[in-house]
C-alpha cells in the first residue's frame, strides 16, 4: 500500500482484502455444500434452496440497510459508525459457524438474514468512515486501492476455495471463513485512535460494494 494513503484508509482495506478473502472461499462450495449437506444428492432442490438463501439475504439487508443509514447520518460523529461497522462485521464471523451445523433448509434461511443483518450494520457505516477519511486530491487512487484489493481477495479466494473443499472437507472452509471474518474485525480495531467523535470533511463516495455478498 503506497506511503501517501493515511492509517486509517490502510487498515480499511487491509480488512476489507481479509474479510473478501475469507467469503470468496465459500463462493465456489456453498451450492455443492447445499446439494451434499441439505438435500443429500438432490440438485434440483439445491438450486431452490441456493435461491430462496440469496432472496433472503438480499430483502432482509434491503430492509434494514436504509433505516441503519439514516439512524447513522442523525447521529453526529463517528462513533456510532465505528462499532455498526465492527459489530456488523463481527456478527457475520459467526455464519460460517452455523454452517457447520445445518441440516434443513430454514438453518440456511436463518443465518442467511442474521448475516444481512450483519452486512447491513456494516456496509453503510463502512462507506461512511472510508469516504469522510479519503484523502483530499487521492479519491481516485484510494477507491481504486480499495477496489483492486476486493477484487484480489475475492479473486484469490474463489481460485482456492474449490481445492480446499476438496481436499479438506466444507467445514474446514467454513472456520476458515469465520477465522478471516473475525481477523478482519480486528483489524478494524486499529482505526478506533482515528474515529472523530464530530463528523468529519465528507467526500463524494462511488458506487463499490466492500465486501462480498451472495
Not at 456453498?30 to 438432490?42: D, E, K, L, M, P
Not at 447491513?120 to 463502512?126: A, I
Not at 484523502?135 to 477496489?147: F, H, I, R, V
Request: no cysteine; proline share 5%; hydrophobic share 55%.
Amino acid at each position: 500500500m503506497p506511503k501517501i494513503v493515511n492509517s486509517i484508509i490502510k487498515f480499511m482495506i487491509a480488512s476489507d482484502f481479509v474479510l473478501n478473502l475469507g467469503w470468496g472461499l465459500l463462493g465456489p462450495v456453498f451450492a455443492i455444500f447445499i446439494v451434499q449437506n441439505i438435500t443429500t444428492g438432490s440438485t434440483a432442490e439445491a438450486a431452490k434452496i441456493a435461491g430462496f438463501a440469496s432472496l433472503f439475504y438480499w430483502v432482509t439487508k434491503a430492509i434494514f440497510q436504509i433505516p441503519i443509514g439514516r439512524y447513522l447520518d442523525k447521529n453526529h460523529g463517528e462513533k456510532d459508525d465505528f462499532w455498526f461497522m465492527v459489530m456488523g462485521t463481527f456478527i457475520a464471523g459467526f455464519i460460517p459457524l452455523g454452517y457447520l451445523f445445518a441440516s434443513a433448509p430454514w438453518h440456511i434461511y436463518l443465518l442467511q438474514i442474521i448475516y444481512a443483518f450483519g452486512m447491513s450494520m456494516m456496509v453503510p457505516s463502512w462507506m461512511a468512515i472510508f469516504t469522510r477519511h479519503i484523502d483530499k486530491g487521492k479519491e481516485a487512487l484510494e477507491w481504486g486501492a480499495e477496489s483492486t484489493f476486493l477484487g484480489l481477495g475475492a479473486g484469490i479466494a474463489g481460485g482456492i476455495g474449490g481445492i480446499v473443499a476438496s481436499k479438506f472437507g466444507f467445514n474446514i472452509v467454513f472456520l476458515f471463513v469465520s477465522g478471516f471474518t473475525f481477523l478482519a474485525t480486528f483489524l478494524l480495531l486499529f482505526v478506533k485512535k482515528d474515529i472523530s467523535s464530530r463528523d468529519a470533511q465528507a467526500q463524494t463516495a462511488p458506487p463499490i460494494r466492500p465486501v462480498v455478498e451472495p
